[in-house]
């Protein structure tokens, strides 16, 4: 037992050890507690609370100073669960219109905190959202008796057309996807979805400000800190001017009612879009506001689709207005000149090969064959075009096509400042030899030269072959957005783009198209003292064909250009002329005459039947 | 018998029940602070047995009883019992094994209708049972073969069987005992080698991800833990050797080498300099062995031996991380800043920090607390009981609570010291003061972000009856072994 006594100072390291730990403790709380400013500055974030204050989003005007789309305010109604005490249920169920179950229902919703991770019962939770000024006004008049109630005030939009749905967009709250992407968002935050709304977010939303107010260990709200000093001002939204007329687009609107289809004028000079419909539409305050995602759900269940925009979004056979580029590029690769003349014996027959045309004159120069839509005159082009030795091969001579067509803006997306355009298509040599095993020639693709098989663009490549032809031989990338509040327009929309072909074979058929108006397929077109050129399409589909239409006037100078595609409207001249005429008319002259204004309201009522399938 | 109760009245050490009684109304009041969730539940909510706070109260009172029977037990009836009682708790926890159900991964809690039990907990005064009287028998010597196997199998063995439960946490308790063996004789350099073994697993796994900046090649914490194997060497051979200049021919060669080493990376070919070292620590090696054949002195083998382990634990380590549970891996990457992952798992960490941070000196008051309340602390009732003291008391209210526990443990030992030749009742305060001191250390250190995030409980503190009553099982018995200290003296 003596060994007891060997190890007894080793008492002293055990008590060391304790000591030594519990010192070791104190200084790091006293570190984490009293000097480290990383834990103290969390700390603060639970004393002082960081409010958001939001801007007010930028709005958007026409091209004549029109307001279209504003802010309107709207509440939210806040619920502190804490602080609700002996609460007259049916009178407030009473002042917000709503029935027992409903508020049963939501106010079991806030405290569930699998529904509501943020819940606490001491901070606001949302009760009802977006409650417009007239829904409101009842309720505020009783609020004082509704302890532990309070509003919230936001804004929702107000648009003050019912048309533009489109290209207006919608807002919506934002998706995760939405926050992962950019951490300017939280939870609850609103962010354009479609449209100019979406595409033009970063300019219209502005920045956030934010207000520093002290809260005590409650999470109550005790006031301002510092006197608002450290407060950051919101910075107000841009506004945008569009280019956009509305008048026209409400008639664009209006004409295409009980159709589906869609109808696009451009400024050729600068590229604006003057108007941008397709059909079917909505009302865009439908999807502004408590009921948007109901609304929503309707909206994207109809079988006619009235929330895809067609005018960038649906990709079409271009049929006879493809003409026009097809001349173009004969005459720039001189496959032809303005005199060659084609026979016509009611279509094209080659080797076997038979392409249908109607009865006119033959055989046909170029001018006269846009002003009659001669078929034949283009497959000669094409097959002379393709078969010509000077290409070396025909995957060469369809690439140097291919090239003339992407030069006018087709096969991809133009870049027009809205999300979701459509890109159409233009076949190349590897699509043919992919397809025909290289076992093809001029006349196995006869069909793309009249705007048929494999070819298909967006009205809105329509419209801008329609201004090129107008420009003679530039475009302007098309633009809904023609001014934002101190912010220069991306150069893309101001520089002009042009195509391969010269200025002189456009004035031929410019020539052509002026003809096809005077004594052709368009003479419904003839606006009295203003010098309209078109070009009718006739495209032909599984069901009845389409009927298009791409014109401009006046011809010399220019000021608008119009393309009008109805889906299975029938021959071009039924609804194109008329729908592009009227356009033309009402953009050139400010209104329709009291005849137009007859006929716009004929074809507006004129319905065409499309039966219950998907489109 | 009647004489000795009389006596428990006067010789029980009430300044120990004090303590105890000071610690365990803190740690019920931390409790009902950490449950109160200003909402719903109204204050008088706080004594219903539906909610934690009324539990723990059942709980205490039951502690009471279990107190007041054990204190009436006489002291050689312990004697008598400690290794039956051992052995059954051995025969309980390899039960536990089996029997109980998989709750969160572990297999630790025996399920007795509404009751949980976690054996783990109890076992421990067992163990310290069996170790003390090991030590206490006649004949017992650090220096025997026999006994050493026999007392490190008394703490490995249910260790083991912890692990095996999916509890590594109240396993690692167990390392407490080596405080113990040190204070009744076992050498200090095991303590020493110990040390080194965290020393070169922080550094090692800690830096393993990082590359000096001069020379990607070569990985900062292979660079430091080979550096310092043959330092320590050096260190040990000047303190145990015979003649300082081996010391110094180990230090300076190793240095030396390494210098050239670099410079010949840094100027000339670049190449991973730790292979060099590595050469090093192995000539190091070989050096100790040629002089302890030239001098036969035993340390140099064992200095040689330890070089030698240091690498190879050094390399074990890796594939050890590597084989821990993935939630011990990240807790214990998190810990060393290799994972700092705010929402993963140095979540608990973080969130624990800026309670306790938010604090301040004074703290927010009694169930002021915003952060323990709004559940942005985890387990804040348990594990993580000592947030809410940070966070409401604040500094003070800190300082107090670890200065009274380092005055219990203090005292426990000057208890387990007062003993004189009664060796049995000293080994056992030895080890209920190491357990405590484990404890604290474990748990506040997690709490506060020094220590690995392992679930352990804060004794009187974190909610829970087997953890409650296994502490007080442990003091009460030791009070009363203490109490029959004068009865031998008399």
Known sequence: MNNDYRYENRKFVMVGIVLAIVTVFIVRLFNLQILSDDYKKHAESNAFLNKTVYPSRGVMYDRNGKLLVSNQPAYDVMVCMRNVKELDTLAFCKSLGITREFFDKRMSEVKNRRLNPGYSSYTDQVFLSQLTAEDFAMFQEQLYKFSGFSIQRRTIRQYSYPVAGHLFGDLGEVSKKDIGKDDYYVQGDFIGKQGIESYYERQLRGEKGKEVLLRDAYGRVKGSYMDGRMDVAPIPGKNLTLSLDIELQALAERLLQNKIGSVVAIEPETGEVLCLASSPAFNPQLLAGRRRGENHRLLSQDKQKPLLNRAIMGTYPPGSTFKTSQALTYLQEGIITPETKFPCALGFRHKGLHIGCHAHSSPIALAPSLATSCNSYYCWGLYRMIGDDKYGSSQAALTRWKDHMVAMGFGYRLGIDLPGEARGFIPNAAFYDKWYGKRWNGLTIASISIGQGEVTLTPLQIANLGATIANRGYYITPHVVKDIQGEALDSLYTIPKYTMVEKRHYETVVQGMREAVLNGTCSEADLPGIEVCGKTGTAQNRGKDHSAFMGFAPMDEPKITVAVYVENGGFGAVYGVPIGALIMEQYLTGTLSEESEKRAKEIQQRTIYYGDQER | ?490
């Not at chain 2, 796994?205 to 292979?222: A, F, H, I, T, W």
């Not at chain 2, 009664?422 to 506040?444: D, E, M, P, Q, W």
């Not at chain 2, 409650?468 to 009363?480: D, K, M, Y």
């Open chain 2, 1 to 490: 018998m009647a004489i000795k109760n009389v006596n428990l009245w006067r010789s029980i050490d009430w300044i120990t029940i004090i303590l105890y009684f000071v610690l365990v109304t803190f740690g019920w009041l931390s409790i009902c602070s950490a449950t109160y969730d200003f909402g719903e539940l109204a204050e008088l909510d706080l004594l219903s047995f539906d909610t934690n706070t009324g539990k723990q109260l059942v709980w205490i009172g039951c502690a009471m009883i279990i107190a007041l029977i054990l204190l009436n037990v006489e002291k050689k009836y312990y004697e008598m019992l400690a290794y039956p009682v051992y052995f059954g708790f051995v025969l309980l926890l390899a039960a536990t094994i089996f029997v109980a159900p998989d709750i969160k991964g572990s297999h630790s809690w025996l399920v007795l209708g509404p009751i949980r039990i976690q054996p783990a907990e109890f076992s421990k005064f067992a163990t310290s049972f069996a170790l003390a009287r090991l030590l206490s028998t006649y004949g017992f010597s650090m220096e025997k073969r026999a006994d050493i196997a026999k007392m490190i199998a008394i703490v490995i063995v249910p260790m083991l069987l912890i692990v095996l439960q999916n509890e590594t946490g109240s396993a690692l308790v167990y390392l407490s005992f080596f405080l113990v063996l040190y204070r009744e004789g076992m050498t200090g350099s095991l303590l020493a080698v110990g040390v080194c073994a965290v020393l070169y697993f922080v550094i090692g796994v800690g830096q393993s991800g990082n590359y000096l900046e001069s020379m990607p090649m070569v990985c900062v914490g292979e660079f430091i833990v080979f550096l310092l194997i043959p330092l320590i060497t050096a260190l040990m051979v000047g303190i145990y050797g015979k003649r300082l200049s081996h010391a110094l021919w180990i230090a300076g060669g190793n240095l030396i080498g390494t210098f050239i080493a670099w410079l010949f990376s840094r100027y000339v070919v670049p190449f991973d300099i730790c292979i060099i070292q590595l050469i090093l620590c192995a000539c190091t090696a070989l050096y100790l062995l040629y002089i302890y054949i030239l001098e036969r002195y035993a340390s140099y083998l064992l200095i040689a031996l330890f070089a030698l382990g240091s690498v190879g634990f050094y390399y074990s380590c890796n594939m050890i991380i590597d084989k821990l549970q993935p939630h011990q891996q990240m807790r214990i990457l998190v810990l060393l800043g290799i994972k700092d992952d705010p929402s993963g798992v140095g979540y608990n960490i973080n969130q624990s920090k800026i309670a306790i941070g938010s604090g301040g000196l004074w703290g927010k008051g009694f169930l002021n607390g915003t952060q323990t309340k709004l559940n942005y602390v985890p387990e804040q009732h348990t594990d993580f009981i000592f947030c809410t003291i940070g966070e409401e008391q604040g500094f003070i209210g800190c300082t107090f609570i670890l200065l009274l526990y380092a005055f219990f443990i203090i005292r426990i030992i000057m208890l387990a010291e007062r003993q004189g030749s009664n060796k049995f009742t000293r080994v056992y305060g030895y080890c209920l003061a190491s357990i405590l001191t484990f404890h604290l250390f474990v748990n506040v250190g997690m709490v506060i972000g020094l220590a690995p995030v392992i679930g352990i409980p804060l004794p009187f503190f974190s909610y829970g009856g087997s953890s409650l009553w296994g502490f007080t099982i442990l003091l009460s018995i030791l009070l009363r072994l203490d109490a029959e200290r004068e009865s031998r003296f008399r």
